[in-house]
């Protein structure tokens, strides 16, 4: 796999460089710490039981940005279209079933992912 080139941290007033990802090894540490686990934001047994029945019930990914229109791909993920922090809800008409690529290019986009900034979902 190719690397990419380092770049200057993202954390305000660092100037260390960021080898993968956009913070430095420091600052994603402390990134990580701040973010929780994945129970601790709301992912825990009992959300992984709703994941696993929606996507049994829906088990193709969307496609919502038409990366794979003659293939039907399988879900991996369950997307909150309104994601929990902006007030989306666990009922199944917020999510979508996602690939894997889909899923992360959604949270690249829109979600502030991987160093981008957040951006409304439209």
Partial sequence: MPMHCPRTCTYPGCTELAYSGSRCPRHQVNA??????????????????????????????????????????????????????????????NFDGLCAHCHNKKTAMFDGGYGNSKKHHG
Avoid: M
Wanted: proline share 6%; glycine share 12%.
């Fill in 32 to 93: 990580d710490q701040q973010r929780g686990g994945s129970s601790e934001r709301g992912y825990g047994s009992a959300w992984r039981k709703i994941r696993d029945a929606f996507l049994q019930k829906h088990p193709w990914c969307v496609d919502p940005f038409g990366d794979h229109p003659n293939a039907q791909i399988k879900a991996t993920h369950v997307d909150h279209k309104i994601p929990r922090a902006a007030g989306g809800t666990d009922d199944e008409s």
